[in-house]
């Protein structure tokens, strides 16, 4: 072993090799400093007295399957120009750290690939080091987002665990990076954001939510310029959870045992969208034999399927006269659900129809909430709510599949 080979394969500096020892299945090299080389670690004077040393242990990168680690007398020095003792500078570990910086990148490096406890266990370190190693790199590096050039952005809640857990997220549409992560939901979860927004000077273009009362308070207050576009799946889904809600009425209304035969079962086929229909399982006739027993079903459904083409349409002149023509449509229909939903979509009509103006939506956003889901299944939860937080943060960095 030489000083030559410590410089190349463990990034050691400035150091001298002195020797090595084979003890209990680990590899330790011995190391010191040349006094030359001696710095005050406040000013960089060379002007310093040696004051002795302090023994320390540093885990390195492995070699093979054998932990390695460092032994190194770390010394003190009187410096002339500050007139006080300090321990000198180490080159190759951090402060208050038991590894080396080498140690740090390999550790994070098998991260991308592994567990956390996979990764302690090939390392033959405790948990809870790996994890404050990726703790220390996720807040270095996603820790404070720079929200400055934000231009179009989305907003939703995510559920985190039983009962009303939930966590607010802010994703930037441009890039596709999480720059806030809230705790609870509603007004309250979004002010540290809309704190740190105005003290970055950001410009915000367009915001895309669904049509909740405190998104759009929320964002009239505080973001009175931007465009305001209500997130059309959103739209969608609250037509579907409405007409689920008619086929189990009008199932419970049914008269006969024929007539329970037939709408039994049907409300999965009732929001499915037409060319998704399996015919091998003879879907087509089931769900028209449903829609002709009931009229009101049959308004609900086909108008359901006339929603969608709010979002298709060549302009927002023309979006505009169709959804005027459906919300007509549905107040004639005497269906009181649908009657309900018409007043909605009017009352919101500004910003769905915003969609022609930034064609955004909260899909992205659903997409991460995805990958959210499948860390948190992988980590089988998460204890620390920092920790996940960070986690999220540097979440479209991140990549999952699966192995075997």
């Given at each position: 072993?030489?000083?030559s080979l410590?410089?190349?394969?463990f990034?050691?500096?400035?150091?001298?090799?002195?020797?090595s020892?084979?003890?209990?299945?680990?590899?330790?090299f011995?190391?010191?400093?040349?006094?030359?080389?001696?710095?005050?670690?406040?000013c960089g004077?060379?002007?310093?007295?040696?004051?002795?040393s302090?023994?320390?242990?540093?885990?390195?990168?492995?070699?093979?399957?054998?932990?390695?680690?460092?032994?190194f007398?770390?010394?003190?020095?009187?410096c002339?120009?500050?007139?006080?003792v300090?321990?000198?500078?180490?080159?190759?570990?951090?402060?208050?750290?038991?590894?080396?910086?080498?140690?740090?990148?390999?550790?994070?490096?098998?991260?991308?690939?592994?567990?956390?406890?996979?990764?302690?266990?090939?390392?033959?370190?405790?948990?809870?080091?790996?994890?404050?190693?990726?703790?220390a790199?996720?807040?270095?590096?996603?820790?404070?987002p720079?929200?400055?050039?934000?231009?179009?952005?989305?907003?939703?809640?995510?559920?985190?665990?039983?009962?009303?857990?939930?966590?607010?997220?802010?994703?930037?549409l441009?890039?596709?990076?999480?720059?806030?992560v809230?705790?609870?939901?509603?007004?309250?979860?979004?002010?540290?954001f809309?704190?740190?927004?105005r003290?970055s000077?950001?410009?915000?273009?367009a915001?895309?939510?669904?049509m909740?009362?405190p998104y759009i308070?929320?964002?009239?207050d505080?973001l009175?310029?931007a465009?305001?576009?209500f997130?059309?799946f959103?739209?969608?889904?609250?037509?579907?959870?409405?007409?689920?809600?008619?086929?189990?009425?009008?199932?419970?209304?049914?008269?006969?045992?024929t007539?329970?035969?037939?709408?039994?079962?049907?409300?999965?086929?009732l929001?499915?969208?037409?060319?998704n229909?399996?015919?091998?399982r003879?879907?087509?006739?089931?769900?028209?034999?449903?829609?002709?027993l009931?009229?009101?079903?049959?308004?609900a459904y086909?108008?359901?399927?006339?929603?969608?083409?709010?979002?298709?349409?060549?302009?927002?002149?023309t979006?505009?006269?169709v959804?005027?023509?459906?919300?007509?449509?549905?107040?004639?229909?005497?269906?009181?659900?649908?009657?309900?939903?018409?007043d909605?979509?009017?009352?919101?009509?500004?910003?769905?129809?915003?969609?022609?103006?930034?064609?955004?939506?909260?899909?992205?956003?659903e997409?991460?909430?995805?990958?959210?889901?499948?860390?948190?299944?992988?980590?089988y939860?998460?204890?620390?709510?920092?920790?996940?937080?960070?986690?999220?943060?540097?979440?479209?960095?991140?990549?999952?599949?699966?192995v075997?």
């Amino acid at each position: 072993m030489s000083t030559s080979l410590m410089y190349h394969a463990f990034g050691l500096r400035g150091y001298q090799y002195v020797n090595s020892s084979y003890e209990n299945g680990r590899v330790t090299f011995r190391i010191n400093q040349p006094r030359d080389q001696f710095r005050c670690p406040d000013c960089g004077s060379d002007n310093v007295w040696a004051q002795g040393s302090a023994p320390r242990t540093f885990r390195s990168v492995p070699i093979g399957t054998k932990p390695t680690q460092i032994h190194f007398a770390v010394p003190r020095v009187y410096c002339f120009v500050c007139q006080n003792v300090r321990q000198v500078k180490l080159h190759f570990a951090d402060p208050c750290k038991r590894y080396t910086r080498a140690f740090e990148r390999y550790a994070l490096d098998l991260s991308r690939h592994m567990t956390i406890k996979a990764v302690a266990e090939h390392l033959q370190v405790s948990w809870d080091t790996i994890k404050a190693i990726q703790a220390a790199s996720l807040q270095r590096r996603f820790g404070t987002p720079k929200l400055g050039k934000l231009k179009q952005i989305a907003i939703d809640e995510i559920a985190i665990g039983k009962g009303h857990d939930y966590l607010t997220v802010v994703l930037d549409l441009i890039s596709g990076a999480v720059v806030f992560v809230g705790d609870g939901k509603g007004v309250e979860a979004l002010e540290p954001f809309w704190r740190r927004l105005r003290r970055s000077r950001a410009k915000i273009e367009a915001v895309a939510t669904d049509m909740g009362r405190p998104y759009i308070r929320a964002v009239r207050d505080n973001l009175p310029t931007a465009i305001h576009v209500f997130d059309h799946f959103h739209v969608v889904k609250l037509f579907n959870d409405r007409l689920s809600a008619l086929s189990r009425e009008l199932y419970q209304q049914a008269r006969t045992n024929t007539e329970r035969q037939i709408l039994k079962g049907t409300r999965w086929l009732l929001l499915k969208n037409p060319e998704n229909l399996d015919p091998q399982r003879n879907e087509q006739q089931r769900l028209q034999d449903a829609l002709e027993l009931n009229t009101p079903l049959t308004m609900a459904y086909y108008l359901k399927d006339d929603l969608r083409q709010l979002w298709s349409q060549p302009n927002k002149r023309t979006a505009r006269r169709v959804l005027r023509d459906w919300i007509a449509r549905a107040r004639a229909s005497g269906v009181r659900m649908l009657e309900r939903m018409g007043d909605t979509l009017e009352a919101h009509a500004k910003g769905i129809l915003a969609f022609y103006d930034y064609p955004i939506s909260t899909g992205p956003l659903e997409g991460t909430n995805t990958k959210i889901q499948a860390m948190k299944r992988q980590a089988y939860g998460f204890r620390d709510r920092k920790f996940y937080k960070l986690k999220i943060l540097g979440i479209h960095e991140s990549q999952y599949a699966l192995v075997g």
